[in-house]
């Protein structure tokens, strides 16, 4: 069985620039969650994704934005990127009703110079 | 907001020792999960735990959820030297009537190294 699958695995951009991440679920799982780590710290909850829904979002700015579409693959948008924002950035999926336990992808590593 | 403190921060052994790991909170979680995160991965899931006092086996590995759902251990047996990367535990609560917000909190990681 495929894991979770994220694309590309690297990315770099420029301040100010928009990037676009995006994620794969397990099959048969509807919940799909991002989060973000930056380098030497923990993972940061950002996003939290069901049926289509954003269902729960973290501390962090509107211009971290997705969305999840009918197959439940999701995307990660973030806007007007800064410096900050260099981090690995990660995808988990979930069975629904099963959102405490999360598989997670390889993640994208976001470069912005 | 919740906080998980993870130690230790890292820790250096040899191989064949045992290690153990912490969590601990001032809130309570409903659920506790530890991971395994190798360099340039994404966090691999090795033990959950769903109730208080559970103690679960993977393989060498060992885990329980405290009694009072505000820390967590665990123990890895006879370390190897695939054992080495970053664990993390993580930590789940719910809201009345067991809403879920899907969020795992994170703690700050242990750094494993294993001396052949």
């Known amino acids: 069985e495929a894991g979770v699958t994220q694309s590309p695995t690297h990315l770099i951009k420029t301040r100010g620039q928009q990037a676009t991440l995006r994620c794969s679920p397990i099959?048969?799982?509807?919940?799909v969650y991002w989060y973000q780590q930056a380098l030497g710290l923990g993972l940061q909850f950002l996003l939290w994704?069901?049926?289509?829904?954003?269902?729960n979002r973290g501390n962090f700015p509107p211009r971290f934005s997705g969305r999840q579409f009918p197959n439940y693959s999701s995307e990660l948008n973030v806007n007007a990127l800064e410096l900050e924002d260099s981090a690995l950035y990660l995808c988990?999926?979930?069975?629904?009703?099963?959102?405490?336990?999360?598989?997670f992808g390889p993640g994208t590593r976001l470069l912005v110079l | 907001g919740q906080q998980l403190n993870q130690s230790p921060q890292s820790m250096f052994i040899q191989e064949g020792e045992d290690v153990s790991m912490n969590c601990t909170s001032s809130s309570i979680f409903n659920t506790w999960l530890w991971y395994k995160q190798d360099p340039g991965e994404g966090p691999v899931l090795l033990i959950a735990?769903?109730?208080?006092?559970e103690l679960t086996s993977n393989g060498r590995l060992t885990a329980q959820f405290g009694i009072t759902r505000k820390d967590s251990f665990l123990n890895i047996s006879a370390s190897i030297p695939s054992d080495v990367g970053i664990y993390f535990c993580?930590?789940?609560?719910?809201?009345?009537?067991?809403?879920?917000?899907?969020?795992?909190?994170f703690g700050q990681g242990t750094i494993l190294t294993v001396h052949p």
């Open positions: 735990l769903y109730k208080a006092g």
């Open positions: 988990a999926s979930s069975l629904e009703g099963a959102v405490q336990t999360q598989y």
């Open positions: 099959s048969g799982h509807t919940s």
């Open positions: 993580a930590g789940q609560l719910k809201g009345a009537g067991g809403t879920s917000y899907g969020k795992l909190t």
């Open positions: 994704y069901d049926e289509g829904e954003e269902r």
